[in-house]
């Protein structure tokens, strides 16, 4: 008898062990930290690459196609979630912005326009890369080509940049003096002079409350429509999210809140025809 007792008070000992440990297991869970999609890098090609297109309007049959193909789903794996989360990343795909350069405005392909809250919208360096390409004929005057000088400027707002634009009294002065002293609402101007038949980089910190990047180009025939280009710095998603506690709560820490949208660093490329500007193309990350 006292061998068997002793025996049962082994195995409950070993039971309590076990549970013990997957109790502090379960409690203790596992740290999961999504990967990053911060793919930002300074490096800027020779020309852009193809922009995503916007997702096409598709037919009734094809709506009803894919509801069949997704209860088909459903009913395989015995779980909404998967197919949601299915549906989530083909979305991701489509949630970008394209700049209508013959419009002067953003296009958002995603659902919902990301929105960066003004705590957001604080100085980081590196976060703009301009690259110019020249025409042979660059600036020309009297049948000769000019170097010319382009001015990307920051602005809190597009109001000061709009008198300006209005006459080619208003753009010269915004060409030949610093604009900065002109307006309170221009945060900052960086100068890049090119010649004729030549590309040019350069690499440009955002300014805290710049909302609004303007391009200005000095043709000896300056004019709004094609020596000026103005554009609003667009939102994006996080970039980085937090980690977080695997295990379900109340076992887990409670999920984190989740991150505010950030403004979008932006590559743009512009080309410099004889006598205008003949393109800005951008990407918004």
């Known amino acids: 008898m006292l061998f068997f ?20 297991f379960v409690l203790t869970g596992c740290t999961v930290c999504p990967p990053s999609n911060d793919l930002w890098s300074t490096d800027i090609a020779d020309k852009p690459t193809q922009p995503v297109s916007a997702p096409k309007e598709k037919s009734l049959w094809e709506k009803l196609s894919e509801k069949k193909e997704e209860k088909s789903e459903q009913a ?4 909404e979630q998967h197919t949601s989360n299915s549906n989530t990343s083909n979305n991701d795909l489509f949630d970008a912005w394209i700049w209508q350069d013959d419009a002067e405005k953003w296009l958002y392909t995603g659902r919902e326009t990301p929105h960066a809250p003004a705590a957001q919208w604080v100085y980081e360096p ?10 042979e004929l660059l600036n020309s005057y009297l049948g000769q080509p000019h ?6 400027l920051q602005l809190t707002d597009v109001a000061a940049i709009s008198e300006f634009k209005g006459s080619a009294f208003g753009l010269s002065d915004l060409m030949s003096e610093k604009a900065t002293t002109l307006s309170p609402s221009i945060l900052k101007e960086t100068r890049i002079t090119i010649g004729p038949d030549q590309a040019v980089s350069t690499l440009i910190d955002r300014e805290q409350g710049a909302r609004y990047i303007a391009l200005v180009a000095g043709y000896f025939d300056s004019d709004a429509k094609n020596s000026v280009r103005v554009m609003a710095i667009p939102s994006v998603k996080p970039r980085i999210l937090p980690c977080y506690d695997s295990a379900p709560w109340p076992f887990g820490d409670p999920p984190p809140p989740t991150p505010d949208d950030v403004p979008a660093r932006l590559k743009m490329w512009l080309t410099l025809d004889a006598s205008a500007i003949g393109g800005l193309s951008v990407t918004a990350q």
Do not use: C, E, H, Y
Request: charge should be positive.
């Open 147 to 152: 170097t010319i000088m382009i001015k990307v």
């Open 76 to 79: 395989l794996n015995g779980s």
């Open 126 to 135: 590196k976060s703009i890369v301009v690259r110019l390409q020249s025409d």
């Open 5 to 24: 007792w002793s025996k049962v008070v082994k195995q409950s000992v070993w039971s309590a062990r076990l549970t013990m440990l997957f109790v502090l």
